[in-house]
C-alpha cells in the first residue's frame, strides 16, 4: 500500500512487478515479517512462469526496512545460516540476479552507533531505538553470530558460499540511516559483489519516493543505468 509508487516505476519500464507486504509490529516481531518475504519469495518462484516471468531472472528492490528484509533474503542464498527457514528458501535456487537496497536501516541492533553520531539528532535516536525494540529483542548480541536482522553485519563478519549479486545501493546525503548504506557498499566490494554506492547530497530518508526532485529523478535513471549494465544474459 505504502510502495505502489515505486512498484509502478519499475512497471513503466516494462518490468513485470510484484510488490510484497508483510506482518508489522505490534502484533509482528522479527523474524515473522522475514519470514513472510521468504514465503513470498518462493510463491514467486513457484508462479513466475504463469505471471509472464521468469524465475530465473529475480531481481529484489526494497526500502528502508525493506532494503533491511531483501539484504537477509540475499544473505540466506549466498551464506550458511543455520535459520531453517533460510535454509528452505535456499533449498527452492533461483537466488535474485540483483538488488537494489535503497536507504536501508540494514543493521537493528548496536543503535548506540547513532548516538555517537554527532550529526543525528537525538529525536532520531530516541526513533531508531523504539524502531530496534520494536523489531527484534535481544539482551546481548556481544560476540554472538550475526542474525538476518543484521544483514550488514553478516555480510561484513562473514564469508559468502556462493558469489554475491549486483546491488544498486542509494542514500541520501542528509539521511541518518547513510552509514549502513555506506557500510554495505564497502562490505560487497570486499566480498567483491559488482556494487555501486550512490550518495545524493542533501536529500533526506526515502527521498527516492519524492520523483518531483531532481536528484530523486537522477537515482531512478541512475538505478536503471546500472540494471541495464548488470542484468545477467539470457
Not at 512487478?17 to 516481531?29: E, S
Not at 518462493?42 to 531472472?57: I, K, N, V
Not at 540483483?98 to 543525528?120: F, H, K, S
Request: net charge negative; with cysteine; glycine share 6%.
Amino acid at each position: 500500500d505504502s510502495h505502489w509508487l515505486m512498484g509502478l516505476i519499475f512497471a513503466k519500464k516494462g518490468y513485470l512487478v510484484v510488490n510484497v507486504d508483510y506482518g508489522l509490529y505490534p502484533k509482528h516481531r522479527f523474524p515473522e515479517p522475514l519470514k513472510d518475504v521468504f514465503k513470498a519469495y518462493a510463491w514467486l518462484l513457484q508462479h513466475a512462469r504463469g505471471l509472464g516471468g521468469d524465475p530465473s531472472q529475480i531481481m529484489v528492490a526494497g526500502e528502508s526496512a525493506g532494503a533491511n528484509l531483501i539484504m537477509a533474503l540475499v544473505c540466506a542464498y549466498h551464506f550458511e545460516r543455520p535459520e531453517s527457514y533460510a535454509q528452505e528458501l535456499k533449498s527452492l535456487g533461483h537466488p535474485p540476479v540483483m538488488a537494489l537496497p535503497q536507504c536501508g536501516i540494514l543493521q537493528v541492533t548496536n543503535i548506540d552507533r547513532y548516538e555517537r553520531d554527532p550529526d543525528t539528532a537525538s529525536t532520531y535516536v530516541d526513533l531508531m531505538n523504539i524502531v530496534s525494540n520494536s523489531y527484534f529483542t535481544s539482551e546481548s548480541q556481544a560476540g554472538q553470530p550475526a542474525s538476518l536482522a543484521d544483514p550488514l553485519r553478516v555480510l561484513e563478519e562473514e564469508t559468502p558460499t556462493s558469489p554475491l549479486p549486483p546491488c544498486f545501493i542509494s542514500v541520501g546525503g542528509d539521511d541518518p540511516l547513510r552509514d549502513d548504506s555506506l557500510r554495505l557498499g564497502q562490505a560487497l566490494r570486499r566480498q567483491q559483489s559488482p556494487s555501486q554506492f550512490a550518495k545524493y547530497p542533501g536529500e533526506i530518508h526515502a527521498f527516492q519516493m519524492l520523483i518531483w526532485r531532481k536528484q530523486t529523478r537522477r537515482c531512478w535513471r541512475d538505478t536503471f543505468d546500472f540494471m541495464e549494465r548488470h542484468w545477467p544474459s539470457t
